[in-house]
């Protein structure tokens, strides 16, 4: 059945829309709670939101696949000493493409095998530790802007302090005189 209602401005906007037939619209609306499932003008508009929040959420879906394989690589990581930040790090120095998925299916169900790899994941680190610390040797780092406003302040400072130790002796003097 059909039920009628006053015309809304969401009903004005798209009424003439092409948009789905009456009876894709109810097919999709089983299962809506009151009239959102059988009134077909109250249907279209439900209808409408729960496929734009599905289409919103095959994409949060992922993000979230995404953080909790994330958290059982750290767990599985931390377990061996290294942290998450420093595991993919020291993956990506020693040249191993393992995705997330599959590093963390790995430290649920092969804890040895992780182990491995967690093992390699601590070589690459060191040796990335080793390779910054012979760069710092050759090119020494820039001082930042914050240290080098605290040496001229301190530079000024020793200026005024030496400047007004100057005129006390030339004060001193003059008395003597």
């Not at 020291?90 to 790899?117: D, H, M, W």
């Not at 007004?164 to 003059?174: D, I």
Request: proline content about 2%.
């Amino acid at each position: 059945k059909e039920c009628v209602t006053t015309q809304s401005t969401w009903g004005q906007r798209f009424s003439k829309m092409g948009g789905m037939a009456k009876d894709k619209i109810l097919e999709l609306s089983k299962g809506f709670r009151g009239r959102r499932g059988n009134c077909v003008n109250i249907a279209r508009r439900a209808v409408e939101k729960a496929l734009q929040y599905a289409y919103r959420d095959r994409r949060v879906r992922k993000r979230e696949l995404r953080s909790s394989w994330i958290l059982a690589v750290n767990a599985g990581g931390r377990e061996h000493g290294v942290k998450y930040s420093e595991f993919i790090w020291g993956l990506n120095a020693q040249n191993i493409t393992l995705n997330r998925k599959v590093l963390s299916e790995i430290a649920q169900t092969e804890p040895y095998s992780f182990k491995v790899v967690a093992g390699l994941a601590q070589k690459g680190v060191e040796q990335m530790k080793k390779a910054q610390e012979e760069y710092a040797k050759v090119h020494p780092r820039p001082i930042s802007p914050i240290v080098l406003l605290k040496q001229r302040a301190d530079a000024d400072l020793v200026a005024i302090t030496a400047a007004k130790a100057e005129k006390a002796r030339a004060a001193k003097l003059a008395e003597e005189q």
